[in-house]
């Protein structure tokens, strides 16, 4: 694989991912019975900020008002928990994120495929109790883990998208996963770059399986392709994330818009129902 996330880690897509991570963990763990949490493509646990300057887009610019964002400041005090200097130079990836979230009786299993980035995961999140660390593709390895014995959790989907079937292995795992476990909470980052690539996704998962959609664009979709913004979906989402991702997204929307487009940003949200019953 060629995707290398540390490149990435802290943009706006990485914000966007974060904060819905973290508002959907915090409502699973409201509860007192255990849960447990799978991520698919884990990546490594922290990250040095600073190789690509992407994340002056992104989490720089939630930095300095971290104080004052009502909808994000309770997920940004996490990162500013690994900084006690006060100096943004790390970033915790989903693993390290969901790590900070869950509780000691709640269960970690975190896939990655690259043999690198999983020996840094195992040296950030090795001693964390009940947590697997494997070297194996997520697609497939997450369906020897459910339905999980908790019978609650949350499995997030957030892949490179480099594979040149990653969209049709996307639908295909999201719908053998529901089918396997209905009753889970799953969370899906995806891109938007192609809005044609992202209509057959939706029609291969409309009438399904229940989906709620979030969509925050920093630029117009117009011109030659380019990432426009970030794709969220849920299914099951716990009671309360509908609301406060919604208002979280809205106050995110402003701070991450593009200077060079004006300042545009812009938040969508659609959904469909789950097959009915007969």
């Known amino acids: 694989m060629n995707y290398q996330h540390q490149f990435h880690a802290g943009n706006a897509a990485d914000c966007v991912k974060h904060l819905a991570l973290y508002l959907t963990l915090t409502a699973l763990t409201r509860k007192d019975t255990p849960l447990a949490y799978m991520d698919t493509h884990a990546g490594a646990g922290s990250y040095t900020l600073g190789a690509s300057g992407e994340h002056l887009s992104g989490i720089a610019r939630l930095w300095s008002d971290r104080r004052s964002l009502p909808q994000c400041g309770e997920?940004?005090?996490?990162?500013?928990q690994i900084h006690p200097d006060k100096q943004l130079q790390h970033y915790p990836g989903s693993a390290r994120l969901a790590a900070a979230l869950l509780r000691p009786d709640d269960r970690m299993i975190l896939c990655e495929s690259v043999p690198e980035t999983v020996a840094q995961l195992r040296q950030q999140l090795g001693k964390r109790p009940r947590t697997s660390i494997l070297n194996e593709d997520g697609y497939r390895a997450l369906f020897a883990h459910m339905p999980p014995p908790e019978k609650r959790g949350l499995i997030l989907i957030d892949p490179p998208f480099e594979r040149r079937d990653e969209w049709e292995a996307l639908a295909d795992t999201l719908l053998r996963a529901y089918g396997r476990w209905p009753q889970g909470t799953?969370?899906?980052w995806y891109p938007i770059k192609i809005r044609g690539t992202i209509t057959r996704?939706?029609?291969?998962?409309?009438?399904?399986?229940?989906?709620?959609?979030?969509e925050l664009l920093q630029k117009p979709e117009e011109g030659r392709e380019t990432l426009f913004g970030s794709g969220l979906l849920l299914i099951n989402p716990p009671w309360g994330v509908k609301e406060a991702l919604s208002a979280g997204l809205t106050e995110l929307g402003p701070l991450l818009a593009d200077p060079q487009s004006g300042g545009f940003w812009s938040l969508r949200c659609t959904g469909w129902p789950g097959p009915e019953k007969p």
């Open 75 to 80: 997920w940004l005090k996490i990162i500013h």
């Open 186 to 188: 799953y969370l899906v």
């Open 201 to 214: 996704f939706w029609q291969a998962l409309r009438g399904r399986i229940p989906v709620l959609v979030y």
